[in-house]
């Protein structure tokens, strides 16, 4: 009954932006928590940022200061900002939502940061 579908992927340059957005379906979009991974090829998948129900946010030591999380909960969107992207950013990032037990994956948007 959840579903999430991403946007906003594509090709930038280095040092440039996009901006991603995560829209979850389903009831009660406030009272989950939510987050973005991302995944590159031969690599494991790596937390990038999160945000609770309450708006706090955490982020990985790799993207401070340059991506930005946070939640429209009256349009039911998570948006990932980033800025000052370098090639060590390219990945599939996936947004995830935990509605407990259970946690929940979009089909991830392709980010490719190449001059």
């Known amino acids: 009954q959840v579903q999430l579908v991403e946007s906003g992927g594509g090709l930038v340059q280095p040092g440039g932006s996009l901006r991603l957005s995560c829209a979850a379906s389903g009831s009660i979009f406030s009272g989950y928590d939510m987050g973005w991974y991302r995944q590159a090829p031969g690599k494991q998948r790596d937390l990038v940022a999160i945000i609770n129900r309450r708006g706090s946010t955490n982020y990985a030591d790799s993207v401070k200061g340059r991506f930005t999380i946070s939640r429209d909960n009256a349009k039911s969107t998570m948006y990932l900002q980033m800025n000052s992207l370098n090639p060590e950013d390219t990945a599939v990032y996936c947004c995830?939502?935990?509605?407990?037990?259970?946690?929940?994956w979009g089909q991830g948007t392709q980010v490719t940061v190449s001059s």
């Open positions: 995830w939502l935990f509605r407990p037990p259970d946690g929940y």
